[in-house]
C-alpha cells in the first residue's frame, strides 16, 4: 500500500526539465508535504545500507565511489539501453522506494496531515500511477524540455535527445493525467497555475486553502 486513507496523496509527474521540481518547490513553499521518490532512492541506497549491498552484489564493485558510496553516473551507464540490466536494478530499488515512501506517507497521515505529493518521475512507466490519483503531469515542449536541460545539465543537444527516446514520451504521461500543468512560461506563469491546482486539490479534499498560504 502506498498510503493512508486519512490524507489525500496526490502524484507529481513529469519528463526531462518540464518543470516537476519548480511545481514540487512551490508546493513546499505552501506548506503541503511532499514526498520525493529521488530522495527515497538515494536514501534506500546509502552507504551501508542492505539496498546498497544488494546493488553491488548485481553489478559489482565498480559502481562504488572511494569513499564506498553509490556511484550513481557509472550505474546510470551501466543500465542506460540495457533493457535487462535496468529491470535487475528496479527489481532491487522498487520495492524498498515503495515500502519507505508508505512508511513517509502513513507518518503524515498520523500527523494530521490531509493533503501530501508524492513526487516520482517514473510513476506512469512503473505502472503505479493509478495508487497516486489525482495524478499531475507537468508538461513542457520538447524543443523547450532540450533547451532547459542542455542549459541546466551542461549537456549536448544529442546527449539531452538520447535521454528524451530512452524515456516514455511526455505525451503519454499527460494522457494518464487527472491534471496537467503546461509549463512552457515564466516561473511566475507556472507558480500561479500550481497555486490554482492547489485550491482544486484542496476543494477535493475538503480542506481549507488558508492551511496553505502564499509565500
Known amino acids: 500500500m502506498y498510503y493512508d486513507d486519512r490524507v489525500l496523496v496526490f502524484g507529481l509527474t513529469g519528463g526531462i526539465a518540464s518543470g516537476k521540481s519548480a511545481v514540487a518547490a512551490r508546493l513546499r513553499a505552501r506548506r503541503v508535504p511532499v514526498v520525493d521518490a529521488d530522495l527515497l532512492a538515494r536514501a534506500v541506497v546509502s552507504p551501508g545500507s542492505p539496498g546498497l549491498a544488494e546493488v553491488v552484489g548485481a553489478f559489482g564493485d565498480g559502481v562504488l565511489t572511494s569513499d564506498g558510496a553509490l556511484d550513481r553516473a557509472r550505474l546510470a551507464a551501466i543500465v542506460f539501453g540495457d533493457e535487462a540490466k535496468r529491470a535487475q536494478l528496479n527489481a532491487i530499488l522498487h520495492p524498498r ?3 519507505a515512501g508508505a512508511a513517509a506517507l502513513q507518518q503524515l497521515a ?3 496531515e490531509p493533503l501530501a505529493c508524492y513526487e516520482a518521475a517514473l510513476l506512469v512507466e512503473n505502472g503505479v500511477a493509478d495508487a497516486f490519483r489525482p495524478l499531475v503531469v507537468v508538461s513542457a515542449s520538447e524543443a523547450t524540455q532540450i533547451e532547459r536541460a542542455m ?3 551542461r ?3 544529442e546527449q539531452v535527445e538520447a535521454r528524451l ?3 516514455l514520451p511526455l505525451a503519454a504521461k499527460v494522457s494518464a493525467a487527472d491534471f496537467v500543468i503546461a509549463n512552457d512560461d515564466s516561473l511566475d506563469a ?3 497555475k500550481t497555486d490554482r491546482l492547489l485550491s482544486d486539490l484542496c476543494d477535493r479534499a475538503g480542506v481549507a486553502i488558508s492551511r496553505y498560504p502564499a509565500p
Open 97 to 99: 522506494i515503495a515500502q
Open 151 to 153: 542549459l541546466r545539465d
Open 155 to 157: 549537456a549536448s543537444r
Open 165 to 167: 527516446r530512452a524515456q
Open 190 to 192: 507556472l507558480h500561479a
Open 110 to 112: 498520523a500527523h494530521g
